[in-house]
């Protein structure tokens, strides 16, 4: 379950969201219908300006029709004599006077919000100056703005009715996403630790999402290839006793593996769920990391997966003929967007070899990015006519584990954790068998390495 810490910071944030939503919303329906209202007394103006040219249309017209548009009409000459008014109260002083003439003898038209000194009441104003008989006159339309608040509160209040549902939408369905998603992420913790105590047959399914479905589909596959190894190992003592070592050595490593970016996919969708002061670039480089976890695990699944094909001997290869410097130069650049501060050179002369792309593709990547691993100086790579070689001037390999390097899950230094599953010497030396070639290595520790790819036995 989610705390109640969470849920509490959710409503706050939600909360804000919703009456910032509601300031903004309310001011933008005020500026939205006085802009129409501006339209329409604009229109009025041009259908009273007309009526009042016609030589028939009289004061009586004219306070008829301002009670069907519901507006006060007031006429003025430029000296500032009333011409003609729907409205019967006594005006006082000289209205050119007023803020809305001044504003239109400088602008040809104006608008203008106040208070009436005679009424007491909160006018919305349109003047405009118009010509009758070659003579120039002020018409000014008023609005009383009881009816514009009273439109605008009604407005408002459909608009708050929808909002509010909408917000106790979203806030239901990202509560339910979110103890969904820690419902899944348990649930694969769990049986992660299920794979670490070494119970019997671990199963695990999900159906949340595209993502969870393939994680746990391979996870159980990854499991019941262990259990399957570890009954036929049973029968022989020896072979027993390996089986155990490997199967804590891949169940180690998977858990780790797996578990960090897990962590870090969990603990930065947290914290972007709980904290809603986060500006968008703290935003951007949380999601970030997001995004690269998960292409990790994808990442790691993958290997996982080509190194089971390889185990079974269920990998066929497609070979076509290609140009060895094109595919190393494509590599090098991949690698660049991980080390854009390493420098790898590439020496010799171009060949063409026929080989399946996408392994070999595989091989010369992960032969290239061990050497930056294990290096800080630049990386070599040689191309000949008979072989591909990757010089490093790293840590270098002792002789006693040269042997060994190449054997599935094996690692060097088994307490430096690299993000690595002790994969892809094994995936390298399996893909080159196949092609027909093979893998020469020559260290020294402290001097560096060297991997080759001989293309001729």
Request: hydrophobic share 40%; aromatic share 10%.
């Amino acid at each position: 379950m989610l705390s109640q810490i969470y849920l509490k910071k959710l409503l706050i944030l939600f909360s804000i969201l919703f009456f910032s939503s509601m300031v903004i919303i309310y001011f933008w329906l005020k500026s939205f219908y006085t802009n129409e209202l501006t339209q329409s007394l604009q229109k009025d103006a041009k259908l009273i300006t007309l009526l009042l040219k016609q030589s028939n249309f009289n004061s009586h017209k004219l306070s008829q029709l301002g009670k069907e548009l519901n507006i006060d009409i007031t006429l003025l000459d430029t000296n500032g004599n009333i011409v003609a008014s729907t409205n019967a109260m006594q005006f006082q002083g000289n209205l050119l006077n007023q803020p809305e003439f001044i504003l239109a003898k400088e602008h040809n038209q104006s608008t203008f919000i106040r208070t009436s000194k005679i009424s007491h009441k909160k006018f919305f104003y349109f003047v405009k100056q118009i010509t009758l008989q070659n003579k120039k006159y002020y018409l000014r339309l008023a609005k009383s703005f009881e009816t514009i608040n009273h439109y605008i509160i009604t407005l408002f209040l459909e608009l708050l009715a929808i909002v509010i549902l909408f917000f106790l939408l979203t806030l239901y369905f990202l509560y339910k996403i979110g103890l969904d998603i820690e419902y899944e992420v348990q649930k694969i913790t769990t049986f992660l630790k299920d794979l670490t105590k070494k119970k019997k047959d671990p199963f695990i399914t999900s159906n949340y999402s595209k993502e969870f479905k393939q994680i746990t589909k391979m996870l159980t596959k990854v499991a019941k290839i262990i259990n399957k190894r570890q009954k036929i190992m049973q029968k022989y003592t020896k072979k027993l006793e390996k089986s155990n070592r490997q199967k804590e050595s891949i169940i180690s490593a998977i858990s780790h593996e797996f578990k960090n970016p897990l962590a870090v996919i969990s603990g930065y969708a947290q914290t972007l769920l709980e904290n809603e002061n986060l500006d968008k670039a703290l935003q951007k480089r949380f999601l970030q990391k997001i995004y690269d976890s998960s292409n990790k695990l994808n990442n790691l699944l993958n290997t996982l997966r080509l190194s089971i094909t390889l185990d079974d001997n269920k990998r066929n290869i497609n070979k076509s003929s290609i140009s060895l410097l094109k595919l190393t130069q494509n590599v090098i650049a991949s690698l660049q967007e991980s080390f854009p501060n390493r420098t790898i050179i590439i020496q010799g002369e171009d060949i063409n070899i026929e080989v399946d792309k996408n392994l070999f593709e595989i091989v010369i990547k992960n032969l290239i990015e061990n050497a930056l691993k294990y290096s800080n100086d630049e990386v070599i790579v040689y191309l000949k006519k008979d072989k591909i070689s990757i010089v490093d001037k790293g840590i270098g390999i002792a002789d006693d584990k040269i042997d060994k390097i190449t054997k599935k899950f094996y690692r060097i230094n088994k307490n430096v954790w690299n993000n690595s599953l002790g994969l892809g010497l094994y995936i390298v030396e399996n893909i080159i068998k196949l092609h027909g070639f093979k893998l020469e290595i020559q260290s020294q520790e402290d001097k560096g390495s060297i991997f080759s790819v001989v293309f001729t036995n």
